[in-house]
C-alpha cells in the first residue's frame, strides 16, 4: 500500500553561494522549487548542477546565502526533521562492505525510528514496497557489492523510496542504467508524484528525458541560473547553444509533445 499523503514542503534557494573550498561553484543563485511538480536540473559539465543539489539537501553548506526548507534555514533543523522532509539519492554513494540489498534498503527508515517506536510493521510495509517497485525482490539477499552497476543504482533507488519522504532529490537517478530501465525508473517517479504528490527534484543529463518527465526545468551555466520555467517555454535552439555550445533544432516530440532536441553534426 503506498503511504499517507503527506503535504510536500517548500524549499528555495536565495543568494546562494556554494564551493568547496575554493572559487564558489553556485553564484548568487535564487531558485524556487515548485511543490508537487517534478523539477528537472539540466546542464554542462561542471555547470553547477550536482553541487546546488548537494546545497538544497544539506549535504554542503552554503559560504553565502541559503536554503530554506518550509521557511526555515535547513542548516538550523535537525538531521531526522530534514530526513523526515527529503529523501536524496547522492552521486556514486558508497556502499558498505558486506551489506545486502534489504539491509541497505532498510536504512531508509532510519528517519522514522524512535526511542521507544522501534522498527514497526509500517517499516516493512515501505521496504517491501520500495523493493517491489524497483524490481528487486529477487535480489534482496545478495550482496550489493556483487550487482552491476545498474542493479546497485536500482537498490540505492529503492532506500530513497523506503524513506517515504513527500520530496525526493535525485542526482543522476539514472545513472548505470540501460535505456529500459531508464524509463521504467523515470516513469516510476512520475508515477509517484501524480499519485502520491512527491515532489521529485533530480539532476539529469539527457535534456529530452528532462523536458519529458519534468514540468519545471532550471538551466545551469557557470553557476547561474540561465533560464528556469515549462520546458516548452524555455527549451529553445538558442538557450541549448548558450547552456551547451550546441546547435540544434528543438522540435515537439510526436509522442509527447513535449520539447525533442536534435543536434547537428560538427563539421570536422
Known amino acids: 500500500m503506498p503511504p499517507e499523503w503527506v503535504p510536500s514542503p517548500t524549499l528555495n534557494a536565495e543568494g546562494l553561494f556554494a564551493d568547496y573550498g575554493g572559487p564558489p561553484v553556485v553564484k548568487n543563485l535564487s531558485a524556487d522549487i515548485p511543490t508537487g511538480e517534478i523539477t528537472a536540473i539540466v546542464g554542462a559539465n561542471a555547470s553547477g548542477k550536482s553541487t546546488l543539489l548537494r546545497a538544497l539537501a544539506r549535504l554542503l553548506r552554503p559560504s553565502e546565502g541559503a536554503v530554506y526548507l518550509d521557511g526555515a534555514d535547513i542548516c538550523s533543523l535537525p538531521t531526522r526533521s530534514v530526513a523526515s522532509r527529503l529523501g536524496l539519492l547522492p552521486q556514486s554513494p558508497r556502499v558498505p562492505d558486506g551489506v545486502v540489498v534489504e539491509d541497505l534498503v532498510r536504512r531508509g527508515r532510519y528517519p522514522h525510528q524512535r526511542l521507544f517506536s522501534q522498527w514497526s510493521k509500517t517499516d516493512d510495509q515501505a521496504v517491501e514496497r520500495a523493493l517491489n517497485l524497483t524490481g528487486l525482490v529477487e535480489l534482496r539477499s545478495r550482496p550489493v557489492d556483487e550487482l552491476s552497476g545498474g542493479q546497485r543504482q536500482r537498490v540505492w533507488i529503492a532506500m530513497a523510496l ?16 540501460d535505456i529500459a530501465h531508464q524509463v521504467e525508473m523515470l516513469d516510476l517517479l512520475a508515477r509517484l508524484n501524480e499519485t502520491e504528490n512527491r515532489t521529485v527534484v533530480m539532476v539529469l543529463h539527457d535534456l529530452n528525458q528532462a523536458c519529458r518527465y519534468a514540468s519545471h526545468i532550471i538551466a545551469l551555466a557557470d553557476g547561474r541560473i540561465e533560464a528556469a520555467g515549462p520546458p516548452a517555454e524555455v527549451v529553445t535552439a538558442d538557450l541549448i547553444e548558450r547552456v551547451f555550445g550546441l546547435r540544434v533544432s528543438v522540435i515537439s516530440c510526436p509522442v509527447t509533445g513535449t520539447p525533442l532536441c536534435i543536434p547537428y553534426r560538427h563539421n570536422y
Open 162 to 177: 523506503a524513506q517515504d519522504a513527500p520530496m525526493m532529490l535525485l542526482d543522476e537517478p539514472t545513472t548505470f542504467l
